[in-house]
């Protein structure tokens, strides 16, 4: 399976883009998925998951009600449409399939990754 993510740009604060990941292959309806970001300098941290079905979301803190993560797995697509952005929202966002099933904001608990697209919020 390969995964290509979409969407990123440059926003002002306060914008909204909405980020997209298509994957290839048939199993993309039996697998959770997420984002992830990793702003220069810093580790890649967690964002957003999404269960196999779209009917269990979890987010980090910093995203919490700004983001949203959705999916269509009649299109293999997971989306993250990301509101009110700020600048320390600037990071390359990476779109990965969840393989694990114990932590889900772990790194570890993904085995495939998407190539990133860059954020770019301005102030």
């Known amino acids: 399976v390969q995964l290509q993510a979409s969407g990123g740009g440059l926003v002002q604060a306060g914008g909204s883009l909405r980020l997209s990941c298509a994957a290839s292959g048939r199993t993309f309806s039996s697998y959770g998925m997420g984002w992830f970001r990793q702003a220069p300098g810093k580790e890649r941290e967690f964002v957003a998951v999404i269960s196999w079905n779209g009917g269990s979301t979890n987010y980090a803190d910093s995203v919490k009600g700004r983001f949203t993560i959705s999916r269509v797995n009649a299109k293999s697509t997971v989306y993250l449409q990301m509101n009110s952005l700020k600048p320390e929202d600037t990071a390359v966002y990476y779109c990965?399939?969840?393989?694990?099933?114990?932590?889900?904001?772990?790194?570890?608990?993904?085995?495939?990754w998407g190539q990133g697209t860059l954020v770019t919020v301005s102030s």
């Open positions: 990965a399939r969840r393989n694990g099933a114990s932590i889900y904001y772990s790194r570890w608990d993904y085995d495939v």
